[in-house]
């Protein structure tokens, strides 16, 4: 069974930080890359960071060098540190496993960012 659970959204001003956090079932985190989406109103669900089971990651270029992707083993978790964030990051963020041909979703969490 995939259970992804996210937390740590909310709101935050233009220039603040906030870092969401993924729990993975363990056995999907040790086998799997993990990515964070994100799914503003009005526009298409896209990637904003991945890592895989070993540890590289990347980004979508409008995230690089404010956003990091990590994964902590211990604890089957990855988070997604967000800083210098500006209003057109405000969406629903999401985390995402793909199991083959099949991707397993998290519930989503809401970022605003406004002044």
């Known amino acids: ?5 996210e937390s740590g959204g909310g709101l935050v001003q233009p220039g603040g930080s906030l870092k969401l956090s993924c729990a993975v079932t363990r056995s ?4 799997y890359g993990v990515g964070w989406y994100r799914q503003a109103p009005g526009k298409e669900r896209e990637l904003v960071a ?3 089971s070993g540890g590289s990651t990347n980004y979508a270029d409008s995230v690089k060098g ?11 978790t ?9 209003p057109e990051d405000t ?4 985390c995402n496993v793909r ?6 979703w998290g519930q989503g ?6 002044s």
Do not use: C, H, P, W
């Open 78 to 86: 990855v988070y997604l540190q967000m800083n210098s964030l500006k």
């Open 28 to 31: 999907i985190f040790n086998t």
């Open 91 to 94: 969406a629903v963020y999401y």
């Open 1 to 5: 069974q995939v259970q992804l659970v």
């Open 66 to 76: 404010r956003f990091t992707i990590s994964r902590d083993n211990a604890e089957s």
């Open 99 to 104: 199991l083959g041909l099949r991707d397993f």
């Open 109 to 114: 969490t809401q970022v605003t960012v406004s």
């Open 50 to 52: 991945r890592t895989t």
